[in-house]
């Protein structure tokens, strides 16, 4: 076999590829134009080269120079001994070192996994195994975390790794490296890789509903799609000051329409690495921030400060846009009379499918729906359990396929004959109901995941985790209603009698670092933890998750 060939088959391992016609249909329709992730932000670079393209704290870039690091860091990379298909696990905070992270990685065809900062080693070290990562970037710490303590554990458990990349110090431990001096590659350039835009670019990852979070693998034509047609979308434009403050790695930040719809456009990012309404409200007056995105739970805090006497920073922007979980219409409706707030809902998925209301929407739509659909090639339909269409109006599950919705997870096949539909259709695990004017309400959900203030806690894995422990016959996480989060967890225990018990709140501590020492991210550690003799069951002899929830509001 020749060389090119073995490429192509491991650049297309345990990918679902988008069927041919639907390829064809795409490219037709000028979606997907066959340009990499690496060639558009060289495209930005060069047309809006002197404009700032990010303020990272006392730090400024222009686009030319951030083109300028990213390509001294894809000479670094490729220095390294990296190649075209190998996978760097990426975990920073909102840092310009992401972004020079991201694009030098994407510029020599490695394929970054977007980890949040709040994975800790039991993720990660998943990441690193489902790709054979061969490379982890941290920062040393962040929000009294030490990632170079997780790089440790993830070193020894993963055979593929063989650098951790520290932005900071790295402790001199061995294996760690720092982020180099960049000038030293400043004369060098690498040869492009042998790639099309059809080919799989980086991972998101899911929030999911069952076990470890799943990869999900975005094409550059895909992404870019769903990238400048947001951007369309939220009109942004060279004059665009967007903040961000949601970690840069998710979804919504990058490309609803995010940072990447903001580089298309030539505007600027100021990064905020704490998202407390005294920082965010600082930076929103000193650089006259016109866009933010938010969820939920973080636009109730800075309602909050508002209505305790901060200035109101709502009216001054041009946009907020709210998602992530269900905004509450009471919310929207404060931001909108009270604050003159210019709201947009955005209801999306890392897995493609992306909603905005518009701005011309009616006030009401604004208020109470999540908006309707990027693309008339989106294809949505609500359906029953036995997938039989509804009438339009009725609540019933999303499936959606379309130009930037994937057709399968990165590697499990089992898993998806299961989160998609034989025609391809991804079973988002949303309740949705569309209303006359076409656009989508979320009434619920059927998938078994906690949304916690945007955070998404897949709960059987916690479940897995708990059921690990000697004195634990089995357990169950419910969500339960919570004024700020929208949505905070609860464990159900059924404890081993047979052990003498120490107190309940000793007991719920050691629980929790049980969980914690796991190496679980900490927003999936049971908010609180109840113990019980015997589970509620269904007929079909389940554990009734209904029922545990409906005590809980009880
Ligand atoms: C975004 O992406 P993920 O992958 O973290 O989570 C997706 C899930 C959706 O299936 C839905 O259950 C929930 O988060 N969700 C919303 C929502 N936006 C997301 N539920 C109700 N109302 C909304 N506005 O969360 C994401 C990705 C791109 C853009 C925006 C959000």
Redesign the pocket.
């Known amino acids: 076999m020749s060389e090119q060939t073995l490429l192509e088959q491991k650049l297309w391992e345990g990918i679902v590829q988008y069927p041919e016609d639907f390829v064809e249909k795409y490219i037709a329709k000028g979606y997907w134009f066959g340009q990499t992730l690496s060639d558009f932000f060289i495209e930005c670079a060069e047309k809006y080269a002197q404009n700032t393209a990010i303020i990272c704290g006392e730090r400024h870039f222009s686009y030319a120079q951030l083109q300028q690091h990213i390509d001294e860091f894809a000479v670094y990379l490729s220095k390294q001994g990296y190649q075209i298909g190998d996978s760097v696990v990426i975990q920073l905070p909102n840092i310009a070192e992401f972004f020079i992270a991201y694009f030098g990685a994407l510029r020599i065809g490695m394929r970054p996994i977007m980890s949040l900062p709040a994975h800790r080693h039991a993720e990660v070290s998943h990441f690193i195994g489902q790709t054979q990562a061969k490379l982890y970037i941290c920062a040393d710490r962040f929000m009294g975390f030490d990632y170079r303590k997780l790089a440790l554990e993830c070193k020894q458990r993963c055979e593929s790794l063989q650098q951790v990349l520290v932005v900071g110090t790295s402790g001199e431990l061995s294996g760690f490296t720092t982020w180099p001096d960049l000038s030293k590659y400043q004369q060098q350039r690498v040869v492009p890789p042998n790639l099309t835009a059809r080919h799989v670019a980086f991972f998101q990852l899911?929030?999911g509903s069952t076990g470890t979070p799943k990869l999900i693998p975005r094409t550059h034509d895909d992404y870019l799609y769903s990238v400048r047609a947001s951007a369309d979308i939220c009109e942004l434009n060279q004059t665009t000051k967007m903040l961000m403050v949601l970690p840069v790695a998710?979804?919504?930040s990058m490309s609803?329409a995010g940072s990447l719809g903001l580089f298309y456009t030539g505007g600027t990012l100021v990064l905020s690495q704490d998202p407390t309404a005294a920082a965010c409200f600082a930076l929103i007056k000193q650089h006259k921030v016109s866009h933010v995105a938010l969820v939920p739970a973080l636009a109730a805090a800075w309602v909050e400060a508002v209505s305790k006497g901060a200035e109101n920073i709502f009216s001054q922007l041009e946009v907020l846009q709210v998602?992530?979980?269900?905004?509450a219409d009471a919310l929207a409706r404060q931001l909108i009379e009270q604050y003159q707030c210019r709201l947009q809902?955005?209801?999306?998925?890392?897995?493609g499918l992306?909603n905005y209301t518009r701005y011309n929407d009616d006030i009401e739509q604004i208020i109470s729906t999540?908006g309707s659909r990027i693309s008339a090639d989106d294809e949505i339909k609500v359906v029953d359990d036995e997938d039989r269409e509804l009438p339009q109006g009725e609540v019933g599950h999303l499936l959606t396929r379309g130009p930037y919705t994937i057709r399968g997870y990165f590697n499990v096949p089992e898993h998806n004959r299961n989160a998609f539909t034989t025609d391809g259709f991804y079973r988002?695990?949303?309740l949705v109901r569309i209303n006359a004017e076409g656009n989508i309400i979320?009434e619920g959900?059927s998938k078994d995941?906690i949304?916690r203030g945007?955070e998404?806690i897949a709960t059987e894995e916690v479940e897995q985790v708990l059921n690990q422990h000697p004195q634990i016959i089995q357990s169950a996480l419910v969500s339960m209603p919570d004024q700020m989060l929208g949505e905070k967890s609860c464990a159900y225990i059924q404890w081993r009698t047979d052990t003498t018990d120490p107190s309940p709140t000793r007991l719920m501590m050691q629980l929790r670092q049980y969980v914690q020492h796991y190496g679980l991210a900490t927003y999936k550690i049971p908010d609180r933890i109840e113990f019980v003799e015997d589970m509620p069951y269904t007929a079909l002899g389940k554990i009734d998750k209904k029922a545990l929830r409906q005590r809980l509001v009880a």
Request: charged residues 15%; without cysteine; aromatic residues 6%.
């Open positions: 899911s929030g998710h979804n919504f609803s998602g992530g979980a269900r905004l809902q955005v209801f999306g998925m890392a897995e992306v999540q988002t695990g949303d979320v959900r995941q949304n945007g998404k």
